[in-house]
């Protein structure tokens, strides 16, 4: 499933009370919203001052809520113990009934929240991890964790990129189920995106010779499901 109209909200500031997204969260459910969605990040640059934590107000949001997609877009999944967030992510679902989505990128130290912290910075290394982080998680979920999400064959994993530097994230998106953009120059390029992200896979699909914008050189992850492109 995927939203078709979602909110996409930084807990920053006045809006880092997690009593205040809850409210939010059930407002845009009333209103006919189809996803709720926040930033997931650990410190960010002035004048932001006061965060958030992304996940205690998923899960806040997520029991009270009964209908919205939600989830962190995106989480840098190197700078995560990725068995702690595999329990994390099946018991979100389980709380939400089978409503997370997890977004997953590299992220970045524009912020200051990798190298104040020891984390990685190479940033070959960080998608390094983010790959071996992604095919780990598929693993706790198809049941060497239990118990497993509520979701089959699994909980939906959107990849984040940006417009100018999109190509792995694109690759790695085609083997996922679905791509979430940062930095659209205009509308018109998110139909390219999800034409991009469709190519990948249907060439992948048809068995074409490996080329550097192949996600044939990666293996499939376990319990892979099939989604729209872009999605």
């Not at 996803?35 to 205690?56: C, E, K, M, Q």
């Not at 009934?97 to 524009?110: E, H, N, P």
Request: overall charge positive; aromatic content about 8%; charged content about 30%.
């Amino acid at each position: 499933m995927s939203a078709k109209r979602g909110i996409f909200l930084a807990p920053f500031d006045e809006l880092a009370d997690p009593r205040l997204l809850v409210e939010l969260a059930q407002r845009a459910e009333r209103s006919g919203w189809d996803g709720f969605f926040l930033w997931d990040h650990v410190n960010y640059r002035p004048p932001v001052s006061a965060l958030a934590d992304p996940w205690i107000a998923l899960a806040a949001i997520a029991g009270t809520t009964e209908r919205l997609r939600l989830g962190p877009m995106v989480t840098p999944l190197s700078r995560r113990r990725v068995h702690k967030v595999a329990r994390e992510t099946a018991t979100l679902d389980r709380l939400s009934a089978g409503r997370l989505t997890l977004g997953v990128g590299l992220g970045s130290d524009r912020n200051g929240e990798l190298e104040p912290f020891g984390e990685e910075l190479d940033p070959r290394r960080r998608a390094e991890l983010l790959d071996q982080g992604l095919d780990r998680l598929a693993a706790f979920w198809a049941g060497e964790f239990e118990p497993p999400p509520v979701q089959s064959p699994r909980i939906p994993v959107w990849v984040a990129g940006r417009w100018k530097t999109r190509r792995r994230p694109l690759e790695r998106a085609a083997r996922w189920d679905g791509f979430f953009p940062i930095e659209l120059p205009d509308p018109d390029a998110l139909a390219r995106l999800a034409g991009e992200v469709g190519e990948l896979r249907d060439g992948a699909s048809e068995g074409s010779t490996s080329s550097p914008r192949s996600p044939r050189q990666m293996p499939p992850p376990p319990g892979r499901r099939p989604a729209r492109p872009g999605s």
